[in-house]
């Protein structure tokens, strides 16, 4: 059945729902246009998938679309990616080219149809090239930590950024020195997705079944696409860690996004890494997994996200909100969402990870406290219906670049 707004109070109350539809009723005369890189696959596409629909129901005019783009273009996308959060990347002229080559064919195929038009990440940045000649208002939405980048990458893509009327970083950690204005939005998750809404425990267990995880033992999970940055490697060090001590089994489940070319060979490291142990359950979901996710996670005792790098991770938010103890990367995002001690631990190392997992599962309780932290912690900053109302704030500060204050009557 089909998700509606009213369905959302029921969550987050009338007050709130009844301030979005205000905001929204200021916002309605004008279209929203999404530009990424890939239909499926990676947080973005998440977010996008169940934000269109609500923005709609609201009376927004908000669109999707995607750029296409060659296998050498996601490859020095990639590139750009890892470089932009501070990696060792060698960027070469040729790279920087098939970037120009392939924003050039994007700029010849697209229809640019939004009064506002929303660019996410560095991969359709180039786009902006088309603003001079139709105008608009083009806000350049990153989703990653862009604070300390590579500095040939920077430079090539900061001059596009300074041509976009506004910036939206995550987190003020992320953000860059730049000429334009720049919002703070938090990511979000949605309470009623498939991915995210309440199952029963007999659904859960025909899941864990599916898969061949034992309920009686703990279960340890990190959802992630198959990615260095999100240590994989490092989960499984510190899972050989905490068997020394606890019985347990892991779970690293991940699928492939479209835009994200180095995913097989993770895999294969990941695969190689777990074949001597039947504990180890390595599992490549299909795109659209979502229900089998959201069991595997309230299935889990503790979930991981022991990136090294990351954006927001998303799989964070999602994972408290379900009551569940999360240990996380100190890095990025991840930062908003676990307050260390308090809806998880922060840790910076395999063996912090292992340490705070075997104190965890020795401790159902602290287990218990953390988790009912971590859910009232999201709903008040990381559910969807406080996103889509930045987002049309931030459409309706576009139009009054000079005002500190809009005052907003009731619809
Ligand atoms: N995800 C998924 N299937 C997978 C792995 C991840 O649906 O096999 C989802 C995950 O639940 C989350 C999103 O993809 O909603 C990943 O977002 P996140 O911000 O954690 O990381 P990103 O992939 O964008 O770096």
């Known amino acids: 059945m089909a998700v509606t707004l009213h369905d959302y109070e029921e969550v987050v109350g009338s007050e709130v729902m009844d301030e979005i539809r205000t905001v929204a009723s200021h916002v309605r005369h004008k279209s929203l246009q999404n530009i990424n890189s890939t239909p ?32 050498a273009f996601f490859n020095v996308t990639k590139s750009f990616h890892n470089a932009l959060h501070g990696d060792d ?3 070469s002229e040729k790279m920087l080219e098939v970037y120009r080559e392939n924003t050039d064919a994007n700029l010849r195929d697209m229809n640019f149809t939004g009064d506002v038009v929303m660019i996410h990440d560095p991969q359709p940045a180039g786009l902006i090239l088309r603003k001079p000649e139709i105008g608009r208002q083009w806000i ?4 990653i930590d862009v604070s300390r980048p590579d500095l040939i990458t920077w430079n090539f893509l900061k001059p596009y950024v300074e041509q976009y009327d506004a910036a939206i970083f995550s987190m003020p950690d992320f953000a860059q020195q730049l000429p334009i204005s720049q919002y703070m939005i938090a990511p979000s998750i949605d309470p009623l997705s498939d991915k995210n809404k309440d199952l029963d425990q007999a659904c859960v267990q025909k899941v864990l079944d599916g898969f061949g995880l034992n309920p009686e033992r703990p279960i340890l999970t990190q959802i992630s696409r198959f990615d ?52 180890i359950h390595v599992l490549l979901l299909p795109p659209f997994s979502d229900l089998e996710i959201n069991a595997l996670v309230r299935g889990s005792t503790i979930v991981f996200q022991k990136s090294i790098k990351e954006g927001f991770g998303l799989t964070v938010s999602e994972a408290l909100w379900k009551g569940k103890p999360v240990i996380g990367g100190a890095v990025g995002g991840i930062k908003l969402q676990i307050i ?23 401790n159902p309780d602290l287990r218990q406290k953390l988790g009912e932290n971590g ?31 809009v005052q907003l009557t009731a619809a």
């Open 228 to 279: 260095r940055l999100k240590d994989p490697l490092g989960v499984i060090r510190a899972y050989q860690l905490i068997k020394r001590h606890c019985d347990c089994q892991l779970i690293l489940a991940g699928g492939a996004a479209d835009d994200d070319p180095e995913g097989k060979e993770v895999l294969r490291e990941v695969e190689e890494a777990a074949v001597d142990d039947a504990d």
């Open 340 to 362: 260390n001690g308090v809806t998880g631990f922060l840790v910076h190392s395999p063996e912090g990870a292992a340490n705070r997992a075997v104190e965890l599962l020795q």
């Open 140 to 143: 350049w939405r990153c989703h």
């Open 375 to 405: 859910r009232r912690h999201v709903k008040e900053n990381f559910l969807i219906t406080r996103h889509v109302k930045d987002y049309m704030l931030l459409m309706l500060a576009l139009d009054y670049p000079a005002d500190r204050i």
């Open 40 to 71: 499926v696959g990676g947080g973005v596409a998440e977010i996008l998938t169940r934000m269109i629909p609500l923005l709609r129901e609201l009376g927004v005019d908000a669109s999707w679309d995607v750029i296409k783009g060659d296998e």
């Open 89 to 91: 990347e060698s960027i």
